[in-house]
């Protein structure tokens, strides 16, 4: 399975795959992540600056209270062509913005508003994320509940932490794996470690199970349509089994034939001598 991850604001794909490496590596092994980085280059100060290189990415801009976008719906039409070609993917991961903008394109594929020849995300890992608040863009990813499997890692300590419980709410039947600290990908103790291997082993065998009956269900139809197409043999076969003895009643024995041919010649024989 295929799993798009993207990152928080003016950071980087590489910056994220470091941070999920902290995690026991059990827990993804069985899955392909790709890291993209933001389809701007960042247009200020890094937060991670002096903790990890650069270049840092965003994926769209902001203002202050979080109600207006700026380069939003070109970084919806950039990720959507990205997963389009690149895909199909099965999930998504994303951090703060990356986190908020996953949910955004899961919402919006669940109404029908993007991705709608790509087939639908089975699963969704939400760090730090929260909702969008435009009421215009609400209105839509959010009108009903999202029907992906998603867990939700929210910081006691995290300055998202109220939006981030407000996001999984968005969500049908969500895992809530809280942690003590604040805004980050927060190392993973034993018992959320188990919960997380737990989340994703469910997934993989119930991917493994639709595989299975799919598998079935096309060598079904395969054996059908060989039987079907047998029987139709048959039944040519027999229709022109009694075409051709038909013919043969209408028409003289060869033997009759062959006889009139053999005095045809003999009486050709006798003038010539």
């Known amino acids: 399975m295929k799993i798009l991850c993207l990152h928080g604001f003016r950071t980087s794909g590489s910056f994220l795959h470091k941070q999920i490496s902290k ?13 993209p980085d933001g389809m701007f280059p960042a247009g200020g100060k890094s937060d991670i600056e002096g903790i990890f290189p650069p270049p840092y ?6 203002d202050k209270e979080f109600t207006e976008y700026t380069n939003l719906e070109e970084c919806i039409a950039y990720l959507c ?4 070609t690149k895909g199909p993917f099965d ?5 703060s913005q990356g986190a908020t903008l996953s949910a955004l394109l899961l919402g919006y594929q669940g109404q029908g508003k993007v991705l709608k020849e790509h087939p639908p995300m089975k699963l969704f890992v939400s760090i730090s994320g929260s909702k969008f608040r435009d009421p215009s863009i609400c209105d839509v990813a959010y009108k009903d509940p999202i029907k992906v499997r998603s ?12 939006p981030s419980e407000d996001l999984a709410t968005a969500f049908d039947n969500p895992l809530i ?11 993973l103790d034993e018992a959320a470690t188990e919960q997380l291997r737990s989340w994703t082993t ?19 139809g395969e054996v059908k349509a060989d039987e079907a197409q047998m029987e139709n043999g048959e039944v040519k076969a027999e229709e022109h089994k009694g075409k051709v003895e038909e013919a043969c009643k209408t028409q003289k024995p060869e033997g009759v034939i062959e006889k009139k041919m053999e005095n045809g010649a003999g ?7």
Do not use: C
């Not at 867990?151 to 109220?162: Q, Y």
């Not at 199970?209 to 060598?219: D, G, I, P, R």
């Open 267 to 273: 009486g050709l024989e006798a003038t010539q001598a």
């Open 177 to 187: 794996i809280r942690h003590p600290q604040g805004h980050t990908v927060p190392r």
């Open 202 to 220: 469910e997934i993989l065998l119930h991917q493994s199970n639709n595989a299975s009956v799919n598998k079935h269900n096309l060598e079904n």
């Open 23 to 35: 995690w026991d590596p059990s827990i993804f092994a069985q899955f392909q992540m790709e890291f």
């Open 81 to 84: 062509e990205y997963i389009t």
């Open 57 to 62: 990415f965003e994926w769209f801009q902001f």
């Open 151 to 162: 867990v939700h890692f929210i910081g006691a300590k995290d300055w998202l932490r109220l």
């Open 91 to 95: 999930g998504l991961l994303g951090f």
